[in-house]
């Protein structure tokens, strides 16, 4: 395959060129163009590979093999001297990402001595893993401030070409295995890293650098960030977010954490009082279900369907019934229905018992949901299970009543 000149490796700026093909082979979307030259970067490093067009028609894919460089198209170009050129909008911001990345993985070194073992690009957010999971809070917001520093110092970023032999003896952040000629990103007294990226020139270029996340990730931590116009409009949708918050939380921006954390804690006080209000009503209704069946050998056996949305009551009833001397619940809560009036199988089963009692509750559930393709199980004194068809609930209960009352 011949060798592409990839012109991006000296000059990142460079938005459109002229180039010979050299070779065209067939690709299931179309054909696959490699030219003498090209500016169109090849998705490598974690960095994605630019858009744009060859002739006027959309380029579809980017590929790199060896030293060449091809062009995925719908079709070949009429003529073998084209004109390519670059989605400038989408260059730019990956150069402000890809170097944004170099600065901030040297930051981390600094703050929290943290290698990046790995950086991945996305559409909205970019993320490096940091070779360790004991990174704090207070080393992520002094790399942070570390690194828009430099970025406020407006430093030159250059690139290098060194030989293998030469690369190994400079102060590289990261050790590159490469052979021949090195490509090296320099950022002026920071930061120097083998890499193949675009980038851009000057570090003020790259804009602000926000970290918007961290999580540990197996023995890493993932950090996420964003650089340039993606900081501006991630701190765009967090000021009108808190706006609207504000908003309806009737407070300014300043006071919106506070006022979540009152709302928060008004609301669990309020599920706390609901739990109770609830347990009682349970409690009452179950003395109701349980005074209206019939009582037979001494024990009052209680069946009921309960609508879906009143699933929490109907679980709290059966733990109601259990307090209840001589009796046993068979409770069934029915699906949600959907806007054609069609009931699915998210249905739940509670068979539940007076403590000691005679029966196997556990099994005489898994028994039931056994028949009617369900499942589910429990212990002695409680079950609960599901997956029966809507019309079959009825005779599932029928068929549980009969094995607890042969």
Same mark, same amino acid.
């Given at each position: 395959m011949p060798k592409t000149e990839r012109l991006y490796y000296t000059d990142c700026y460079r938005r459109d060129f002229e180039a010979r093909l050299v070779a065209v082979e067939p690709d299931a979307?179309?054909?696959?163009?490699?030219?003498?030259?090209?500016? !169109?970067?090849?998705?490598?490093?974690?960095?994605?590979?630019?858009?744009?067009?060859? +002739?006027? =028609?959309?380029?579809?894919?980017?590929?790199?093999?060896?030293?060449?460089?091809?062009?995925?198209?719908?079709?070949?170009?009429?003529?073998?001297?084209?004109?390519?050129?670059?989605?400038?909008?989408?260059?730019?911001?990956?150069?402000?990402?890809?170097? @944004?990345?170099?600065?901030?993985?040297?930051?981390?070194?600094?703050?929290? *001595?943290?290698?990046?073992?790995? !950086?991945?690009?996305?559409?909205?957010?970019?993320?490096?893993?940091?070779?360790?999971?004991?990174?704090?809070? *207070?080393?992520?917001?002094?790399?942070?401030?570390?690194?828009?520093?430099?970025?406020?110092?407006? *430093?030159?970023?250059?690139? $290098?070409?060194r030989s293998a032999s030469e690369a190994s003896e400079m102060d590289l952040r990261k050790p590159t295995e490469r052979a021949g000629d090195v490509r090296l990103i320099e950022v002026a007294d920071f930061?120097?890293?083998?890499?193949?990226?675009?980038?851009? *020139?000057?570090?003020?270029?790259?804009?602000?650098?926000?970290?918007?996340?961290?999580?540990?990730?197996?023995?890493?931590?993932?950090?996420?960030?964003?650089? @340039?116009?993606?900081?501006? $409009?991630?701190?765009?949708? +967090?000021? $009108?977010?808190?706006?609207? =918050?504000g908003r309806l939380l009737s407070g300014g921006l300043e006071q919106v954490p506070a006022l979540v954390q009152k709302q928060v804690e008004e609301a669990r006080a309020a599920q706390r009082a609901r739990e109770k209000l609830v347990t009682r009503l349970a409690e009452y209704q179950a003395s109701e279900l349980a005074a209206a069946a019939p009582e037979r050998n001494g024990r009052r056996v209680i069946r009921h369907v309960f609508p879906h949305e009143e699933r929490l009551e109907a679980r709290m009833i059966a733990h109601a019934i259990q307090r209840l001397p001589g009796a046993a619940a068979l409770l069934a809560v029915a699906p949600p229905v959907d806007s054609s009036g069609n009931a699915g199988r998210a249905t739940t089963l509670f068979f539940?018992?007076?403590?000691?009692?005679? =029966? +196997?509750?556990?099994?005489?559930?898994?028994?039931?949901?056994?028949?009617?393709? @369900?499942?589910?199980?429990?212990?002695?004194? !409680?079950?609960q299970g599901g997956g029966i068809e809507a019309a079959k609930l009825e005779e599932a209960l029928s068929r549980a009543r009969s094995l607890l009352e042969p």
């Open positions: 979307r179309g054909v696959r163009v490699t030219l003498d030259r090209s500016a !169109f970067y090849p998705e490598s490093g974690g960095q994605p590979r630019d858009a744009g067009t060859l +002739d006027g =028609a959309p380029v579809l894919d980017v590929v790199a093999h060896d030293d060449a460089v091809a062009l995925v198209l719908a079709a070949k170009p009429a003529s073998d001297v084209v004109h390519g050129a670059i989605d400038w909008t989408r260059r730019f911001d990956h150069m402000q990402q890809h170097t @944004g990345q170099h600065v901030l993985s040297a930051a981390f070194e600094r703050a929290a *001595r943290s290698k990046t073992v790995s !950086f991945h690009m996305g559409a909205e957010v970019s993320s490096i893993d940091l070779d360790t999971d004991r990174v704090t809070r *207070r080393q992520i917001d002094e790399a942070e401030e570390l690194a828009n520093q430099v970025v406020f110092e407006d *430093r030159e970023v250059r690139i $290098l070409f930061d120097l890293s083998a890499c193949g990226g675009t980038h851009v *020139r000057r570090t003020g270029e790259i804009g602000l650098i926000s970290v918007r996340k961290h999580e540990r990730v197996r023995n890493q931590t993932r950090v996420e960030f964003v650089c @340039g116009r993606r900081a501006l $409009l991630a701190a765009r949708r +967090d000021f $009108l977010g808190l706006s609207d =918050a539940a018992q007076s403590a000691g009692g005679a =029966a +196997d509750m556990g099994a005489l559930l898994k028994t039931v949901v056994g028949e009617f393709q @369900g499942k589910g199980g429990g212990t002695h004194d !409680f079950a």
